[in-house]
């Protein structure tokens, strides 16, 4: 019997390792390819080693390859050898602000990486559904022309065109980016070329906040996750810009996990989906602190520049009625206040132990 193979790049992050627990459920075989880069962009507090040790220890069928991505020869060979029946490539550096500071790692990683995978697909696994983790952030500041109304606790669109949120035939042309965005929109329209040019059955998803508890939250990159870090240990946490009021979409990675389970199943060629928790799943900033101190018990403490981060959006939230129409099946299964619960949980978990974090 033919036992399936799934290759998943950025394994010990937040989303490749739940597309691993996911596939391993449904009997692959599953292929973690990760190197740790993640405490190269943000130092210790980026490690990700403990979640790659929990899929060694939780999963049968889980094999790790120690590889950058960024190792063109080796990631071809890799792809030949294993043939994978599918390919999930979450593997990047992920923090719109930290490019600015590593501007070819990013670029190296983000551009350079996604072609390596795309080509060693081409060559050892062309039928393979190829399923690309992308960012609202091709979409650039765009997002911050629509008219908005403030709120009490958070901006909202006030142009009834984006009740839904926004639609993936958004702009993603002619507005600030960040390099971080720049690197990825390379990488997002790379694998929508490789779908149209040569038919591969690839998709980006182009994601709002995925979140969860296996994420390793910094500053920098993981909002709700490092919002939480934060308060367990009752540090404060700084707000830029917009009042507090900047609202994000969040998704658990357990959905964004059965989504691509889905497309993997029912593949098309060269697609793009914004992939969020929608409107009902959104917070701003002042919001989560309040969620959070529902479950925690802990008032937030914080302190406000009034500066925002540069691009950084007022109000993002994804429409996700393509995704709907395409996989009428999937739906989000978490609702926000279940995710910070296990995300709070599994912050204590592992603050409690020394080096699990
Ligand atoms: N988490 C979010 O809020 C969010 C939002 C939008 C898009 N995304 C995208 O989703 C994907 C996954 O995000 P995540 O939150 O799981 O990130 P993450 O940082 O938790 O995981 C990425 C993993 O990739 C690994 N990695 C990085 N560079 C590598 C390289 N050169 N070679 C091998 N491994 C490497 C890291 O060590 C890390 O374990 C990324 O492409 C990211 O841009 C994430």
Redesign the pocket.
């Known amino acids: 019997m033919h036992v399936k193979k799934v290759l998943v790049?950025?394994?010990?992050?937040?989303?490749?390792?739940e597309i691993c627990a996911s596939f391993h459920a449904r009997g692959y075989q599953v292929h973690g390819?990760?190197?740790?880069?993640?405490?190269?962009?943000f130092g210790p507090m980026?490690d990700?080693r403990w979640?790659q040790r929990r899929l060694q220890k939780d999963l049968a069928h889980f094999e790790h390859h120690e590889?950058?991505?960024?190792d063109r020869e080796g990631v071809k060979k890799l792809m030949k050898v294993l043939a994978p029946d599918v390919v999930v490539?979450?593997?990047?550096?992920?923090s719109h602000d930290r490019a600015a500071a590593i501007p070819f790692d990013d670029f190296?990683?983000?551009a350079v990486?996604t072609l390596n995978m795309l080509e060693a697909a081409r060559g050892g696994c062309p039928q393979s559904p190829f399923i690309?983790?992308?960012?609202?952030?091709v979409y650039g500041d765009k997002p911050n022309t629509i008219a908005l109304k403030e709120l009490a606790t958070r901006w909202d669109y006030a142009d009834p065109a984006y009740e839904h949120g926004i639609p993936e035939t958004f702009s993603i042309d002619q507005s600030l980016h960040s390099l971080?965005g720049a690197s990825?929109v390379a990488g997002d329209i790379l694998v929508q070329e490789y779908g149209r040019y040569f038919q591969m059955p690839t998709c980006c998803?182009?994601?709002?906040?995925?979140?969860g508890p296996n994420?390793?939250g910094v500053e920098l990159?993981?909002?709700l996750s490092y919002l939480i870090r934060c308060n367990l240990e009752k540090r404060p946490y700084t707000v830029y810009g917009y009042k507090g009021k900047q609202v994000r979409d969040n998704i658990h990675?357990a959905d964004v996990a059965e989504f691509i389970y889905q497309f993997a199943q029912n593949p098309r060629c060269g697609e793009v989906y914004n992939l969020g928790g929608g409107k009902d799943h959104s917070c701003s900033i002042l919001e989560a602190f309040e969620l959070v101190a529902s479950v925690s018990g802990f008032k937030q403490d914080y302190t406000y520049v009034d500066q925002p981060r540069i691009g950084d959006h007022i109000c993002y939230y994804s429409d996700l009625r393509k995704m709907k129409a395409h996989y009428p099946e999937w739906r989000l299964t978490h609702s926000l206040a279940d995710t910070i619960r296990q995300i709070v949980e599994q912050w204590r978990s592992r603050l409690d132990k020394p080096g699990g974090a």
Do not use: E, M, Y
């Open positions: 790049t950025g394994s010990s992050g937040l989303i490749g390792s390819l990760d190197n740790n880069q993640r405490a190269v962009f980026g990700t979640n590889l950058d991505i960024r490539h979450t593997a990047a550096q992920p190296d990683t983000n990486g690309h983790l992308s960012t609202n952030k971080f990825k998803l182009r994601g709002g906040c995925l979140t994420h390793t990159h993981g909002f990675s």
